[in-house]
């Protein structure tokens, strides 16, 4: 099975910083791969697909790439509502989870 | 617009039994891939199962094989899980999650989840 792996697990950072989030597969999983936001007590919502491409209604600050088994997704500018909990995910398997917080 | 609410959750006794539902709306529910996805309290998220448009197709993660059951119904515009032989590891929140067309592997509409928890 293939595992994901996010780094790192928890990430204090301030409004209007740039955030990045890397994944990691242990083997190549090519560009199948998409990243979630989850806010506590809510469902997951998707974010980007296809390693790189933006879920519709999702704003633009927000930003995938990598191919194989190296990943990122990036902030841009974190704005309050971006607190949350982000997961990768590979067809079947979610990576762990990496909690963005207020430093 | 697209809604799915769970239904189903609650406690139930280690070895015992429960089926969830999951109620479809706002899309052409036959059209797409479902999926049901947990999560531990304070845990992260766990794919479960999934189904195909016309049933044709379906997963099991390892954990679930053999004990649990997906459906659904598509004139009733509703997916099912039946749990049987349920553990303690088993109580999570679970959601359902619509596939996107053409792309299954990804989840772009959630329900709300309901809540399972096996204890005695």
């Known amino acids: 099975d293939i595992q994901m792996t996010q780094s790192p697990s928890t990430l204090s950072a301030s409004v209007g910083d740039r955030v990045t989030i890397t994944c990691r597969a242990s083997q190549s999983i090519s560009s199948w791969l998409a990243w979630y936001q989850q806010k506590p007590g809510k469902a997951p919502k998707l974010l980007i697909y296809?390693?790189?491409s933006l879920e519709s209604g999702v704003p633009s600050r927000f930003s995938g790439s990598g191919s194989g088994t190296e990943f990122t997704l990036t902030i841009s500018s974190l704005q309050p509502d971006d607190f949350a909990t982000y997961y990768c995910q590979q067809v079947r398997t979610f990576g762990q989870g990496t909690k963005v917080e207020i430093k | 617009e697209v809604q799915l609410v769970e239904s189903g959750g609650g406690l139930v006794q280690p070895g015992g039994s429960l089926r969830l539902s999951c109620a479809a709306s706002?899309?052409?529910?036959?059209?797409?891939?479902m999926n049901w996805v947990r999560q531990a309290p304070g845990k992260g998220l766990e794919w479960v199962s999934y189904?195909?448009?016309?049933?044709?197709?379906?997963y099991y993660a390892d954990s679930v094989k053999g004990r649990f059951t997906i459906s659904r119904d598509n004139a009733k515009n509703s997916l099912y899980l039946q749990m049987n032989s349920l553990r303690a590891e088993d109580t999570a929140v679970y959601y359902c999650?619509?596939?996107?067309?053409?792309?299954?592997?990804?989840?772009?509409?959630w329900g709300q989840g309901t809540l399972v928890t096996v204890s005695s």
């Open positions: 296809k390693a790189s």
């Open positions: 706002g899309f052409t529910f036959s059209s797409y891939s």
């Open positions: 189904i195909s448009s016309s049933s044709s197709t379906i």
């Open positions: 999650a619509r596939a996107k067309q053409w792309l299954v592997y990804y989840f772009d509409y």
